[in-house]
């Protein structure tokens, strides 16, 4: 259902689109695809915050479509969700267990789920991980899920270390890899747990390494994104490795749903740059920091 590349002018003067979450008010994807939209001459298109509660889940998207939807984003906790309800699904997110993006064809009534998340880690990369390389990821939740299936396709050596070994246990049972129990050195480091938002001021509290140990590793990853950056990030730059903020990936997966929906080159620039601009605390938290320092945003 993935349209041909097309022209600004070959596609509907005014379409919707959306992000699907609950809560989803804090989401970035408003500001960042709505830049997308207007640097892409679409400017009859809107995308939306659509905050739906998991027991109207289904029926609303199903509803879409016919509400002049072409497509939606969906956040926690409705990935898998969406992916139950597809009419067809792609085989990445089939794999991976969950969608973020789903496509409506409102004559048919049919729901296409996608799983851009993988793809939108790899393309955040400052290159993709070389076959052979290896990789840490902590977390066993969704978006490790992702970051596993990618790793994976890209034959990369993967260990899963989680807070709960029993998730690792599974994932890796289901989508390869090796869960461990304690961290060693590796090319790349991947932090998919929550704990940067849990614990902004001690991002480390619960995770196998400390900030010195991110030296071990070339390249660091954190999904997690806040007003000016984790903690951990901070440490692993500190110390000399390549590092990635979750923005990059926020921007890299929803400009791959852009392109899905209009067949368009997604200005991935443009992008980040609203998404960073509507990261920015407002003044008035900014002059009151503890605030600030609350504000957590999930993609
Ligand atoms: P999830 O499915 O709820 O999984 C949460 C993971 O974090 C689990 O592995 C959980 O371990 C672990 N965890 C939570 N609190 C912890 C703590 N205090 N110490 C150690 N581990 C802890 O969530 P998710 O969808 O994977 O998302 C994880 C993070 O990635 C969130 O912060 C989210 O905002 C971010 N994210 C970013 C992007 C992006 O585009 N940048 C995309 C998706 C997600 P247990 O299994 O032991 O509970």
Not at 29 to 38: D, E, I, K
Not at 103 to 131: C, E, K
């Amino acid at each position: 259902m993935t349209p041909e590349p097309a022209h600004a002018s070959d596609l509907p003067a005014a379409a919707r689109l959306g992000v699907l979450g609950w809560p989803v008010a804090h989401s970035r994807s408003p500001a960042m695809q709505n830049a997308a939209l207007q640097a892409l001459g679409l400017t009859g298109w809107r995308y939306q915050l659509l905050p739906v509660p998991p027991e109207a889940f289904t029926e609303t998207v199903l509803a879409l479509g016919a509400a002049g939807f072409i497509g939606a984003n969906v956040t926690i906790p409705h990935k898998e969700a969406a992916l139950a309800l597809a009419t067809t699904a792609t085989a990445r997110a089939t794999a991976i267990g969950a969608a973020n993006t789903l496509t409506f064809d409102a004559a048919s009534g049919a729901v296409h789920a996608d799983n851009t998340d993988a793809p939108g880690f790899i393309a955040a990369l400052p290159r993709p991980p070389a076959a052979g390389s290896s990789a840490l990821v902590l977390g066993a939740g969704g978006s490790a899920r992702a970051i596993v299936h990618a790793l994976r396709e890209h034959d990369v050596a993967v260990e899963v270390w989680n807070r709960t070994p029993e998730r690792a246990v599974e994932l890796v049972r289901e989508l390869g890899g090796q869960a461990v129990d304690r961290a060693r050195p590796a090319d790349l480091l991947v932090n998919c747990t929550a704990t940067g938002l849990e614990h902004p001021s001690s991002a480390f509290e619960g995770l196998p390494v400390t900030a010195d140990d991110l030296s071990t590793y070339a390249t660091v990853v954190d999904l997690v994104y806040r007003p000016g950056g984790t903690e951990f990030l901070a440490a692993a730059s500190a110390r000399g490795c390549t590092v990635v903020d979750g923005l990059e990936m926020l921007v890299q997966q929803g400009a791959l749903s852009l392109e899905a929906w209009t067949g368009l080159p997604a200005p991935a620039d443009v992008m980040l740059a609203a998404a960073r601009r509507s990261s920015l605390p407002p003044t008035h938290e900014l002059r009151s920091s503890p605030s600030a320092t609350r504000r957590s945003p999930r993609d």
